[in-house]
């Protein structure tokens, strides 16, 4: 073999060689980067998702302090004063424009109101409880149930497990909401059993549902309020709570709303069972007035601890016709009901709708 040719074997083999070795090198390299990618990638992933569930909690701890602050805010001395205000005689020559503005402002129909006249309403007050011509709200009398006042259907249906919804996906719990089955007097511990039992303990009739429906008052509407169905009017439970803001984009915010504010809860017999009507407070409301029940004194300066209720027993029970005048708010809240009804019982509205008192709420079969 000649020299050059030997040579070229050699460094053939030697170039061979350090190609495989560097390729090997390499391959390690890569193999390694790999590794090294993957173990970021799931570091940055674990990371992320640690990140997030913080952010979650912080979000929700936010969100909790946020409402702890709003419900520490003195929103009934604010509704106090309020209600002074509302009872202050304004000078004749403000009383159009100053109450032309609000009906302006809140879109008021004046013109189903008894007096059109604004010289003739002495203070606010006395608009916000003005009295509607006979006929412009006829009752119906071809369903059960009829609206008990002007506003808005923030939600409806069947109570199940004890627990209802205030708005869609925020709920509150009928037990926290009606307090115990018990009439002794004032309590503050409504905790002793859970939602489900308390429904139990209601005692519906045979094969009955238990429904609710939740009608929002506006500043504008009309604020007295009437019987939505025949019915008899056994006891009454006030709660002397808070008077948050119900106003629906409140109620979405603020699980459990309604069993923290101020409430006077009648509760008695209709043609199907039990029949429940709740006026519930709400910021810058006064005062809750019923015209069978003049004792009731609501968001008066006295403190009481949470939960704590005030019970009455009638006597005599009182009957109330559908449609009858029940009471009244100093400005714009809400009426709860919650009755029991025969399998069948139809709503003849939907959320969101707005409905005039004495319009058709629902109906039996």
Same mark, same amino acid.
């Given at each position: 073999m000649e020299p050059r040719e030997k040579y070229t074997k050699q460094w053939i083999h030697i170039l061979t060689r350090w190609r495989k070795k560097k390729s090997s090198e390499q391959r390690r390299?890569? =193999?390694?980067?790999?590794?090294?990618?993957?173990?970021?990638?799931?570091?940055?992933?674990?990371?992320?998702?640690?990140?997030?569930?913080?952010?979650?909690?912080?979000?929700?701890?936010?969100? *909790?302090? #946020?409402? *702890?602050?709003?419900?520490?805010? /003195?929103?009934?001395?604010?509704?106090?004063?309020?209600?002074?205000?509302?009872?202050?005689?304004l000078p004749i020559f403000l009383r159009k424009p100053l109450l032309g503005l609000y009906i302006w402002m809140?879109?008021? @129909?004046?013109?189903? !109101?008894?007096?059109?006249?604004?010289?003739?309403?002495? @203070?606010?007050?006395?608009?916000?409880?003005?009295?509607?011509? /006979?006929?412009?709200?006829?009752i119906d009398d071809d369903h059960v149930l009829t609206s008990p006042a002007d506003g808005k259907i923030l939600y409806y249906g069947q109570v199940k497990n004890g627990i209802l919804e205030?708005?869609?996906?925020? #709920?509150?719990s009928?037990?926290?909401f009606l307090g115990p089955q018990t009439a002794s007097g004032t309590c503050v511990d409504i905790h002793n059993e859970s939602d489900?039992?308390?429904? +139990?303990?209601?005692?519906l009739q045979p094969g009955n549902e238990l429904h609710h429906v939740i009608i929002y008052l506006a500043p504008g509407d009309y604020h007295r309020f009437h019987s939505p169905a025949t019915w008899t009017v056994e006891h009454r439970r006030h709660? /002397?709570?808070?008077?948050?803001?119900? @106003?629906?984009? =409140?109620?979405?915010?603020?699980?459990?709303?309604? @069993?923290?504010n101020e409430r !006077?809860?009648? #509760?008695?017999?209709?043609?199907?069972?039990?029949?429940?009507? !709740?006026?519930?407070?709400? $910021?810058?409301?006064?005062? =809750?007035? =019923?015209?069978?029940?003049?004792?009731?004194? $609501?968001?008066?300066? $006295?403190?009481?601890?949470?939960? #704590?209720?005030?019970?009455? +027993?009638?006597?005599? /029970?009182?009957?109330?016709?559908?449609?009858?005048?029940?009471?009244?708010?100093?400005l714009g809240s809400t009426i709860v009901l919650i009755f029991e009804a025969p399998p069948g019982f139809k709503f003849k509205v939907h959320e969101g709708d707005k409905i005039?008192?004495?319009?058709?709420?629902g109906t039996t079969p």
């Amino acid at each position: 073999m000649e020299p050059r040719e030997k040579y070229t074997k050699q460094w053939i083999h030697i170039l061979t060689r350090w190609r495989k070795k560097k390729s090997s090198e390499q391959r390690r390299v890569r =193999i390694r980067k790999s590794r090294k990618q993957k173990l970021l990638m799931w570091w940055r992933l674990v990371s992320f998702s640690a990140l997030m569930q913080v952010l979650h909690g912080a979000r929700k701890d936010k969100k *909790n302090s #946020t409402i *702890n602050l709003y419900r520490r805010m /003195p929103l009934k001395t604010l509704s106090r004063l309020w209600g002074k205000f509302n009872q202050m005689e304004l000078p004749i020559f403000l009383r159009k424009p100053l109450l032309g503005l609000y009906i302006w402002m809140f879109g008021c @129909n004046l013109e189903e !109101a008894e007096i059109e006249d604004l010289k003739l309403y002495r @203070n606010l007050g006395e608009f916000f409880r003005r009295q509607l011509k /006979p006929h412009v709200r006829p009752i119906d009398d071809d369903h059960v149930l009829t609206s008990p006042a002007d506003g808005k259907i923030l939600y409806y249906g069947q109570v199940k497990n004890g627990i209802l919804e205030q708005v869609k996906g925020v #709920t509150y719990s009928l037990r926290g909401f009606l307090g115990p089955q018990t009439a002794s007097g004032t309590c503050v511990d409504i905790h002793n059993e859970s939602d489900e039992e308390f429904q +139990k303990d209601l005692s519906l009739q045979p094969g009955n549902e238990l429904h609710h429906v939740i009608i929002y008052l506006a500043p504008g509407d009309y604020h007295r309020f009437h019987s939505p169905a025949t019915w008899t009017v056994e006891h009454r439970r006030h709660f /002397p709570g808070e008077l948050l803001s119900v @106003n629906p984009g =409140i109620a979405r915010w603020v699980q459990g709303l309604f @069993n923290f504010n101020e409430r !006077a809860v009648y #509760t008695g017999r209709w043609e199907h069972g039990f029949f429940s009507m !709740a006026a519930v407070g709400a $910021t810058n409301v006064g005062s =809750i007035k =019923i015209y069978c029940d003049e004792e009731l004194e $609501t968001n008066t300066r $006295t403190r009481h601890p949470e939960h #704590t209720y005030f019970d009455k +027993k009638f006597a005599t /029970p009182i009957t109330i016709e559908k449609g009858d005048m029940f009471g009244e708010f100093n400005l714009g809240s809400t009426i709860v009901l919650i009755f029991e009804a025969p399998p069948g019982f139809k709503f003849k509205v939907h959320e969101g709708d707005k409905i005039k008192y004495g319009r058709p709420l629902g109906t039996t079969p």
